[in-house]
């Protein structure tokens, strides 16, 4: 949820986007114990700003006084104000006012808006605030051990604010590029010695008891937090009232030096090993104990007094989704030239143990059934001979004959074939004669009946031959 910087709890986790002016909350709460505000002692408990009192005592009443001295009765200061009206005819920067060193509650404020800028230097000539003719955007300033706050609203006169107490003497400026309408100024400057009676009150820097450790073990560090209190009641005041430059350091000192009792160190889980079917993940588990702040050694489980935690653990362990498992290709057929190879592709289970439709498997990545193939180019057509038939002739010479086909090298009749190397289709033969062969006599004419190739004998013209006339008679008649 984005907000205005008005409208930002105060106990939230906000951060304000680099480059702009809006704030996001990242958290509904802070850390218990952080302030709610950064010039405020109140802190935050469950994500609400608890009152603390100056006195740093939760829920506390007491209460800082306009010199910013907790339980006093704000007499050790006195109040500075004034209005500072003057101007230059052609612009530049000018003085409005000097703080003292130690001032609080600082209001500087235009009377009324201008094009002016107020700005903020040191007594050296340094400035912190709209310098060197370049005006800052307005934001917090952490200047002189205090915070100041610059604020120009576009619908109200700009000011600078602090609470103080501040640690070197500041100059107030402005830079004016209009007649100047006027800027007030107020503060608390700390009186340097107070009086009660004719004794007059001293101050000195204490060393507070020692804070916490900063660890429970394997060495932290305390420090002893330096005060400066009134030397006639023993109340701490602001640092201001004693002498700065006589501060003694802060204390410092090791604490709680033993190691640590030994602990698991548990490292992050692995990837899992499969992504369904079953897999299995593991991590480091070591027993380690803390020596020092940066050093740690690794010990035997045995010292680690909780239950080992676990190192391996299944994952992944639902069933994967169908998939298409393919067999072995068939071989290419036909055996030469451009052919087709088969194979069968099923939709199995991951386990190969269970058929499915084919619907179950993904369409789009189903493996091809078939794909083309060669095995070099094919015979050319040839002719084929047949056997030789029987001999024509019972007795003596006579003619056979056989068939001869154009075939392709799968067995299809041709026309491929060429003619000049065709074999021939009849040849001559001769057969045995037998003394009891009988002789055809008189006027009897016919065709020998297991002469099957009369018709030929005519259509080759062979009836002139005393042979096939013979066994031809009636066929050859009249020829």
Known sequence: MLLAAGGVKPCALNCLAEGY?????RSPAVIDGTRCQADSLDICINGECKHVGCDNILGSDA????????GADGSTCEATEGLFNDSLPRGGYMEVVQIPKGSVHIEIKEVGMSKNYIALKSEGDDYYINGAWTIDWPRKFNIAGTSFHYRRPSDEPESLEALGATTEVLVVMVLLQEQNQGIRYKFNVPIQRTGSGDNEVGFTWYHQPWADCSATCAGGSQKQEIVCKRLDDNSVVQNSYCDLEGRPSENQRACNTEPCPPEWFIGD?????KTCDGGVRTRTVLCIRRIQAAEEETVEDSHCLTHRPIEREPCNNQSCPPQWVTLDWSECI????LGLKHRIVLCKSSDQTKAFPPAHCPGHAKPPVRIRCSLGRCPPPRWIPGEWGQCSAQCGLGQQMR??????YTGQMSADCSDSHRPTTMQQCESKCDAATPILIGDECKDVNKV??????LKFKFCSRAYFRQMCCKTCQGH
Not at 21 to 25: L, R, S
Not at 403 to 408: A, F
Not at 452 to 457: E, N, W
């Open 21 to 25: 002016n809006f704030y996001t909350e």
């Open 334 to 337: 036909p055996k030469c030239g």
């Open 403 to 408: 068939t001869v086909q154009c075939l392709s």
């Open 63 to 70: 209460k800082e006084d306009r010199c910013r001295v907790c």
């Open 269 to 273: 889980w692995s990837e899992c090993g």
């Open 452 to 457: 099957a190739y009369c018709p030929l004998v």
